[in-house]
């Protein structure tokens, strides 16, 4: 499966974005997808995921509450709303997909096998 993400720009703290991962291939429904964030020199550090099955969502504790992960499967795309942003949540955003991933590793960047090519986020203060 390919993965496209977009949907990154500056905006100012307190501002809002949605981010979007579409994909290409086939039973996307069947993939779990997670979204990742790194920044200069950083490793890439796990944001949000969504199950292939019920579609459940999984937050970092640094978005919780702000950021909001959904999938249509209908148009096989996973969307990342973000409210509420700061400024450290600037960096490069990365959606990610197993297929049947599930429970804890979808926290995990190794646990994907997909990638997309990344969207970047800036936050100004």
């Known amino acids: 499966v390919q993965l496209q993400a977009s949907g990154g720009g500056l905006v100012q703290t307190g501002g809002s974005l949605r981010l979007a991962c579409a994909a290409s291939g086939r039973a996307f429904s069947h993939y779990a997808v997670g979204w990742f964030r790194q920044t200069p020199g950083r490793e890439r550090v796990y944001v949000a995921a969504?199950?292939?099955?019920?579609?459940?969502?999984y937050y970092a504790d640094s978005v919780k509450g702000r950021f909001t992960i959904s999938r249509d499967d209908a148009v096989d795309t996973v969307y990342l709303q973000m409210n509420r942003l700061k400024p450290e949540d600037s960096a490069v955003y990365y959606c990610a997909a197993s297929q049947y991933l599930t429970g804890f590793r979808l926290r995990f960047g190794a646990s994907y096998d997909y990638w997309g090519q990344g969207t970047l986020v800036t936050v100004s203060s």
């Open positions: 969504i199950s292939w099955s019920e579609g459940s969502p």
